[in-house]
């Protein structure tokens, strides 16, 4: 009787581990799903960007010329996304992976150390973030700490990721525009 209830047990213990092994290969079918998708879109904003608006073109000496150039393009990009708004690229679904990951991040070893990071990086605070606008000209680009970056979705050359307060932003470089944010992805600084 013993040796029954022993196999019984060890039947349903196969069967959960069985289970959870399930569950995890879906949810990680689904996060390259969703990974792929945000990936997709951000290809799609950038090639479209690049052929329609430009780019800022060759290195120059002239700051003048830089920065016309820059307006140039952010001017172009801005009419091709008249319409663009918070969510085209951080869909519900990718914004809910990107906090699911930067909460796994900062829980998980290195937390303490990216909220160090943070902390000791130039905050920016107070700035009201619009989707197809510039990344306001004299703030501080705060950097994503590293471990977090290990956490998120590769981006192309031209798109980085930038922190402004708890809002996570996605910005294109060349144009200095604001592609999308997620608001309040990070926890409360302490």
């Known amino acids: ?34 990974v792929n998708d945000f990936e997709a879109r951000v290809s799609n904003y950038l090639d479209s960007r690049k052929k329609d608006a430009g780019n800022t073109g060759r290195p120059s ?15 172009k990009t801005k009419a091709l996304r008249v319409n663009a708004t918070q969510g085209d690229i951080f869909t519900p679904e990718i914004t809910t992976y990107f906090r699911r990951q930067i909460a796994n ?7 303490t150390k990216i909220r160090a ?7 920016v605070q107070g ?16 950097s994503t700490p590293p ?5 998120l979705p590769t981006l192309p050359d031209g798109l980085e990721y930038r922190i402004v307060g708890r809002n996570l932003v996605l910005r294109d470089v060349a144009p200095n525009l604001v592609v999308d944010f997620i608001p309040k992805v990070l926890p409360p600084q302490e």
Do not use: W
């Open 1 to 34: 009787m013993q040796r029954q209830h022993a196999s019984a047990a060890l039947v349903r213990v196969s069967a959960f581990l069985l289970i959870m092994q399930c569950i995890t290969f879906l949810a990680h079918a689904d996060d390259t799903k969703i």
């Open 61 to 75: 000496n002239s700051a003048d010329k830089v920065s016309q150039t820059q307006e140039n393009v952010a001017s």
């Open 105 to 111: 991040a900062f829980t998980g070893p290195e937390g």
């Open 117 to 123: 990071s943070l902390r000791h990086a130039e905050p």
């Open 127 to 142: 700035i009201t973030l619009r989707v197809n606008e510039e990344y306001p000209e004299g703030t501080p680009l705060q």
């Open 147 to 151: 471990s977090l970056l290990m956490k």
